[in-house]
């Protein structure tokens, strides 16, 4: 089984500075897809960004970005600029075709 | 549909009871999935489908639980005899084929008492 780790319970911001979440995922595949999934309070999961482990390039979506690391199976997002709407648990998942989920970051931004 | 939809929204049980919990996912997604999240934790898979078929029950974590998709689109998750640890967020998620990108329903909270 696939299994995901974020060591990381809790991060605080300040407002429109940048915060960076740690994820390191175990497989043995060379195929495979990883996520960044946002929860907000009201529970609704919403997808963030999303990395294809055959691309070099690493994912990008307006002030979210990953640094990807294939070799040494570690996937972070960094969050420019931070807004107060960023607040939520930010999950990181790996998927073959069912997501596994690590145990989840929260997210505080100070204004 | 916009999006997955799920129902109800919140679902109070008394211990022993058998609960359904349905899932309507965006429309023409081939895959559907079920996950149970606790408070606090990260998701965890329970059950997988293509269109009808249920490829993969493997998180299913009792014989008390039960999926069913039978027409590939709507799909209900039945809890019989609930216990206080069913306790949980049910979530849906649904995707066009396996391995793409999962969208997610609101959930169904599950409070047993």
């Known amino acids: 089984a696939q299994t995901v780790t974020q060591s990381q319970p809790e991060m605080s911001v300040q407002e429109a500075e940048t915060v960076t979440l740690s994820c390191t995922y175990d497989?043995?595949?060379?195929?495979?897809?990883l996520f960044w999934y946002k929860q907000p309070p009201s529970r609704q999961m919403i997808l963030v960004i999303r990395?294809?482990?055959?691309?070099?390039q690493n994912a990008t979506e307006n002030r979210f970005s990953v640094n990807f690391q294939k070799a040494a199976k570690s996937f972070s997002l960094k969050i420019s600029d931070s807004q107060l709407g960023d607040a939520a648990m930010y999950f990181c998942?790996?998927?073959?075709?069912?997501?596994?989920f690590g145990a989840g970051t929260t997210v505080t931004v100070r204004a | 549909g916009a999006g997955v939809s799920q129902s109800p929204r919140y679902k109070v049980a008394k211990r022993g009871q058998d609960v359904a919990l349905r899932c309507d996912p965006i429309s023409g997604h081939v895959s559907l999935f079920w996950y149970q999240q606790a408070l606090g934790q990260g998701p965890e898979f329970l059950t997988y489908f293509q269109n009808e078929a249920q490829l993969d029950k493997s998180g299913l974590p009792s014989d008390r639980f039960f999926a069913e998709r039978p027409e590939g689109s709507v799909s209900t998750l039945k809890i019989q005899r609930t216990q206080q640890e069913d306790s949980a967020v049910y979530l849906c998620?649904?995707?066009?084929?396996?391995?793409?990108?999962?969208?997610f329903g609101p959930g169904t909270r599950l409070t047993v008492l």
């Open positions: 990395q294809e482990a055959y691309k070099q």
């Open positions: 998620a649904s995707s066009s084929t396996a391995g793409d990108t999962q969208y």
């Open positions: 998942a790996y998927t073959d075709y069912k997501l596994s």
């Open positions: 497989t043995s595949e060379s195929d495979y897809y």
